[in-house]
């Protein structure tokens, strides 16, 4: 049996290697699974044959990985994928001729057709009950089942995707279309795997939560922008860069449009006759709307007759001071209704120790969304104080020092 092995050994090689020259030499292309686009385009024709200089991008031999590995070299991503890659042609994606890839396709068509005719049946059933005549004092009875079915419609549509492979690659390349659930779906869990995570480790430790309001659930993915530069939460910012308002994009994952109240607090602000600190509320405004597709806010083009309440005022900290915690908030107002800006801007005209906790009560704000970022003495903030009249700039702040306990002598007789 060893000899057998040993004389179909070269035979087997072969036949490998030409069916490997024959894939090569097919014009046939498929999709990748990420947003690279395909490799075997982008590369030169080399002179030497594949077998001795292997692409590590395209590498499917187990013998050839081996070989790159020898060499120091590791191939990219998946064999599968670089299967696909190495196929350049005209073959759609859902047509590779890969037997298992077709058959799981078969699966996955008929569980998407199922669950049509699910999401067909409970349009059906929500038709029928919004066309029953409402009952006397029965109307939150019906409320509530209509809000429960269409939720259920929701995530029938999310089930309907959800295994689709042209879908996930669209979501990957960033291509997906945030109207559609299944992509809102997909945005929200990718954010909650870890930049909710961070955000909330952030507002924690640094206690945002509770110092400026009670509680907070983020439920939007808040981004914030001072020129080009994206800030991560808790991240320093130089005074000449927050001197003017930044840019914030708020991804909302839900359909429909909302409309939201932004504050951005800084509750570091020294108060050296109290021996404490104040707040300042350095924005404010009303009436932004945001939505699924609909998610750049420039706080600086905001309507001044309409949204904007208290202009930006730049950040500064004093020399001497601890860092400034300024922290931003996205506060949904009640059913989306807007707000009587007149109203509020009558009412709220001082910064210093305006706070968002009152805001929250008096006009029934729902924080949805968070961020924040630091300030401290830096090499440009004497500049932005004088640019914005700042009276103290001059002032240098210095800690306290704690007087020790007097020296109390203990009795030896008393110790065992």
Known sequence: MAHCERASKPLLQCLRNSYTRSIAGSHIQSRGFQSTSAVADAQPESSQPFHKSPDPSLVTSPRLERKLMRQ???PVGSRRRRAALQNPGSLPFEQLPYQCFQ????????????????????????????????EAGGENSRKSRLTAMQLHLENLKVLADINDPLVKRKFEDG?????????????????????????????????????VLAHCDPVVDTKIYFGKRQVQPGDYVLAKDSA??????????????????????????????????????????????????STK????????????????????????????????????????????????????????????????????????????????????????????????????????????????????????
Do not use: C
């Open 175 to 211: 291509l997906g279309d945030m109207s559609k659930p299944i992509y809102r779906y997909l945005a929200d869990r990718k954010w909650r795997e870890y930049r909710r995570k961070i955000l909330v480790q952030r507002i924690t430790q640094m206690n945002v939560i509770p110092d």
């Open 72 to 74: 120091g070299t590791t």
């Open 297 to 416: 806010v420039d706080l600086a083009q905001l309507s001044t007759d309409s949204q904007v309440v208290l202009p930006w005022a730049a950040p500064v900290a004093q020399k001497g001071s601890p860092y400034h915690r300024l922290s931003l908030f996205v506060m949904e107002q009640k059913d989306s209704q807007p707000l009587d800006f007149a109203a509020v801007k009558a009412k709220e005209t001082e910064r210093e120790n305006l706070l968002l906790r009152a805001l929250q009560v008096r006009y029934h704000l729902k924080p949805i969304g968070a961020h924040l970022f630091r300030s401290q003495w830096d090499e440009t903030t004497l500049e932005v104080m004088k640019q914005i009249g700042f009276s103290e700039a001059d002032v240098e702040l210095r800690r306290k020092k704690v007087e020790p306990l007097p020296y109390k002598r203990r009795n030896p007789s008393t110790f065992r």
């Open 244 to 293: 003017t308002a930044p840019k914030l994009d708020i991804q909302l994952f839900e359909r429909g449009e909302k409309l939201v109240t932004i504050a951005v607090v800084d509750p570091d602000v020294p108060n050296v006759e109290a021996d404490g600190f104040d707040f300042k509320m350095h924005y404010l405004a009303v009436n932004v709307p945001i939505s699924a597709v």
């Open 103 to 134: 058959e799981a396709r078969k699966v996955l068509l008929g569980d998407r057709v199922q669950k049509l005719e699910e999401i067909e049946s409970m349009r059906q059933k929500i038709a029928r009950l919004e066309a029953q005549p409402v």
